[in-house]
């Protein structure tokens, strides 16, 4: 199972950014996706998630900026960034928690940088 994430770069604040996450490989189904983010010094922490039911959770420094969605047809999650702060610079690592082979098993994607600068 692979996790290839796309879409981050350098926005001045204020702006916007999509981020998109596929799965792909040999899994019955996903459970939840998410993102996680990272910044220099800190701890990984949960950005967004979304559930098989598309219900969705934020963390409270995101809420009302970010929005989560899925495509289940695609297993792409993604993650589109409105209002960004310098705060919100990190690594954004997409997260897949899928069923395979009768067992649930969690994966990550490889990051990708997002630096909110001016």
């Known amino acids: 199972v692979q996790l290839q994430a796309s879409g981050g770069g350098l926005v001045q604040p204020g702006g916007s950014l999509s981020l998109s996450c596929a799965a792909s490989g040999s899994f019955f189904s996903i459970n939840a996706m998410g993102w996680y983010r990272q910044a220099p010094g800190k701890q990984r922490e949960l950005v967004a998630y979304?559930?098989?039911?598309?219900?969705?959770n934020y963390a409270d420094s995101v809420k009302g900026r970010f929005t989560i969605s899925r495509d289940n047809a695609k297993n792409t999650v993604y993650l589109q960034m409105n209002s960004l702060k310098p705060e919100d610079t990190a690594v954004y690592y997409c997260?897949?928690?899928?069923?395979?082979?009768?067992?649930?098993?969690?994966?990550w994607g490889q990051g990708t940088l997002v630096t909110v600068s001016s």
């Open positions: 997260n897949a928690d899928l069923w395979r082979r009768g067992r649930r098993e969690n994966y």
């Open positions: 979304i559930t098989s039911g598309v219900s969705t």
